[in-house]
């Protein structure tokens, strides 16, 4: 197997966490981003869509992060994935939460415009009219996993970790970029302090801090 990534890469990053947790045996392979070598071909052959990560498994090539952790995951027989239909249906769910609503803003809407130059708007009233929306939608989704996601369990879907929490883990890291500050949120700073003592972590994350 083989995952085309790069290390810095907020949707790689938890399928390299994976990987090292469950100690998958898959060839890595970096498409350097700041190249734009993920805008050209060969790489545009491999995936249409432009993006990291991708995996290759001899010959069937699957795209997402959320679907290649799930790949992995099912393949190694990692216990961060369960078996059991219900607990697998709510790491879906939280996975599919952190995919949605709490990424389009945290992510999309205040984190990209703040260091992405193409995702930032085209005046400085608009630029400042569009984090300040997507700031106050951002609390909010934070308020839900804070109180209602994670609340007193250890990780986002109880007493055990799960995929969900690679993926979720890394994408609100992605906040430090622009130095957000997550310490009104005490759950969800005691969960991400968590995150971040696991030797996986520091391995996996080197290239991005």
């Known amino acids: 197997m083989r995952l085309y990534y790069h290390p810095v890469s907020t949707v790689s990053r938890p399928v390299l966490l994976l ?8 060839e890595l392979e970096v498409v350097d981003l700041f190249k734009g070598a993920h ?8 995936n249409p869509s432009k993006q990291v990560p991708v995996l290759d498994d001899d010959g069937f090539v699957l795209t997402e992060s959320s679907a290649i952790l799930k790949y992995l995951a099912d393949k190694a027989g990692a216990r961060t994935y369960p ?11 939280r996975m599919d939460w952190f995919n949605t609503g709490l990424y389009r803003d945290l992510g999309y809407g205040l984190i990209y415009p ?20 997507a700031r106050g939608k951002a609390r909010s989704w934070l308020d839900i996993l804070d109180k209602d996601l994670i609340g007193a369990n250890a990780f986002v879907c109880g007493a055990q970790i799960t ?6 883990a890394c994408y609100l890291t992605l906040g430090e970029v622009v130095h957000l500050d997550y310490a009104p949120w005490k ?3 005691r969960w991400l302090d968590t995150m971040k003592a696991r030797p996986s ?3 996996v994350n080197e290239g991005f801090y």
């Open 114 to 133: 703040q260091c992405l130059p193409h995702h930032k708007r085209a005046s400085e009233s608009e630029q400042n009219a569009a984090i300040a929306w």
């Open 187 to 189: 759950n969800v700073s």
């Open 83 to 93: 078996k059991d239909l219900r607990q697998r249906a709510r790491v879906n769910e």
């Open 163 to 168: 995929i969900a929490d690679y993926l979720g």
């Open 201 to 203: 972590w520091k391995r």
């Open 19 to 26: 990987i090292d947790e469950a100690s998958i045996d898959v």
């Open 39 to 46: 805008l050209q071909a060969p790489y545009t052959a491999i």
